[in-house]
């Protein structure tokens, strides 16, 4: 499995993001896809996942200004932010988890968020 992540870049606290995640090489429907970040210095934190039933999962500091959101058709999960914070600044990783069998846990190559003050 191969994921492609894009949509990083620099802009102004207050301001919008939106990620995408692209899930290849897959040959099982049944898997999540999420979102976790990691800023310099810190370990590496859940942001938000999705399921493919559409069941979603938020870290409690991005609720009501981070959405998450699957298009099963292409394998995709976006992440739509809002209301940026400096605090948000981060490398944002995309992984894939299957937790049934085969276990199945990828991560793709992270894209780079930075929210100026």
């Known amino acids: 499995v191969q994921l492609q992540a894009s949509g990083g870049g620099l802009v102004q606290a207050g301001g919008s993001l939106r990620l995408s995640c692209a899930a290849s090489g897959s040959s099982f429907s049944n898997y999540i896809l999420g979102w976790y970040r990691q800023a310099p210095g810190t370990e590496r934190e859940l942001v938000a996942t999705v399921s493919s039933g559409g069941t979603t999962n938020y870290a409690d500091f991005v609720k009501g200004r981070f959405t998450i959101s699957r298009d099963n058709r292409l394998n995709t999960a976006y992440l739509q932010m809002n209301s940026l914070k400096p605090e948000d600044t981060a490398v944002y990783y995309c992984?894939?988890?299957?937790?049934?069998?085969?276990?199945?846990?990828?991560w793709g190559q992270g894209t780079l968020v930075t929210v100026s003050s």
């Open positions: 992984r894939y988890l299957r937790r049934v069998t085969p276990v199945l846990d990828y």
